[in-house]
């Protein structure tokens, strides 16, 4: 554009440089001589009238100039009349109120460039004519065209390019979540379906999404197979006391009130079964909380040296008859571990109870607790019948009893070391069992030990927690 602007302003300095020098108006007898014969014969169509080539009109700079065919060249007197053009567009006459003006105009999606320009005399100064230049700027409009023409392709591409791109974008983010969607409706028609979102291999919230969305699935499995355990063990092991019962009632029915022996012995034996199935269901629903311990208590601390003591001395007074010995040489006292205080005395209750009913005739127990390294270690041993080879990979099993009969006998269900061993691998430590039949066994607790920073942020954990528990019960 501003090569245009110099073509048209150029062209206009240099008629007014040749028509300045006439002095009065313009008209075409002075206008046409002033720009040289030689081009006023080219003009009409001759050929120049010189054949010298220094004074050839084609090398006459303004002859040049105004032989460009886009240039449109008019030449108007005082009374606005056409005294000279260069056989182009013919350009209306326009006031201007200084001496020079430039405008653009556009039509038919092209522009041109019209300058007006008032021819004053040199010597006096006055205005004689007017110059109107029109440059309709071919090359300049064919660029804009061409330009046009690869910016509309460019701007297809890119819209091609653009939709592609964001197609495959949303298709990247729409795809989980309709896999998700499908799960859901999937878990939904069937609660026991195994249907899980596959890895997406992202990294972004999507994944972490599908991740969270499959432990939750995961996590809902397992409380309905714990129900499922629940009501199957429940109505499996609640078939025996229930016959007991019925065989009693019925008869106290038909010889109890004629035989008093009789009525006492049924009763007796009926209480005795539902106080069983009361300690039965109790010990049940233990151990399903114990499976749920990560939801419940997600941030509990124990000192392990307090507990030990009060479960110790709370057993020692139960169980007058037997000696139970406490060893925690080896455990610094302010050791904490992650358990709930109430989980870890459950535990330790259950093996201890466990070494007393199995204990003949040597009643004594010992209880130690040490630290190695980073794990607590808590030992419990008896001196009773002891466990043998076979059956020490048994015991932890649910209504698991090496003698079911004298088992029975001893008021068990075989669901204490299960309740033990859900506990112990809820808080992610481990439990074994060393064993030697007639000498008696000794069940191994390890526990990872906290830091005192570990135990220092799980005891903020659990404040905050206290303090929104408070809050929701207060509002």
Known sequence: M?????????????????????????EIANVVPALTPSAREVLKGNPPISSDQHNSAFNDDLL???????????????????????????????????????????????????????VRAAHSGKVTGYIVVANKMTYYNGLMKDLLKWMVRISL???VLFTLVAYIIVRDIVKPVKEMSRVALEVNDDPNSTARIRDFHRHDELQEL?????????????????????????SHELRTPVAVIEGHLNMLKRWGKDDPEILEESID????EAKRMQHLIQEML???RAEQINVQYPN???????VLKRVVGDMSLVHMDFVIRLDMDDLPSDTEIQIYQGHLEQLLVILIDNGIKYSTDRKEMNVSAGLSQDDVHIIVQDFGEGISKKEQSKIFNRFYRVDKARTREKGGNGLGLSIAQKLVTSYHGKISVESVEGQGSQFIIEFPALTKAQSQKLHKREEVEKAKKNKKETN
């Open 300 to 306: 509990a601390v124990t000192k392990v040296s307090e």
């Open 286 to 288: 233990d151990l399903t």
């Open 64 to 118: 040049s100039s105004l032989t460009n065919p886009d240039l449109s060249v008019v030449v108007y007197n005082l009374r606005k009349e056409d005294v000279f053009d260069n056989g182009g567009k013919i350009i209306p006459f326009k006031n201007i109120k200084g001496d020079y003006e430039m405008t653009r105009i556009f039509k038919n999606h092209k522009q041109e460039l019209i300058t007006y320009q008032k």
């Open 157 to 159: 591409i890119a819209i």
């Open 210 to 234: 599908a991740v969270s969305f499959n432990q939750m699935l995961d996590r809902m499995q397992r409380y309905i197979d714990q129900q499922k355990e629940f009501v199957g063990d429940v």
């Open 2 to 26: 501003v090569q245009q602007k110099e073509t048209s302003n150029e062209m206009v300095s240099k008629l007014n440089s040749s028509l300045n020098r006439i002095p009065k108006e313009l």
């Open 269 to 272: 034996a009926s209480l005795q």
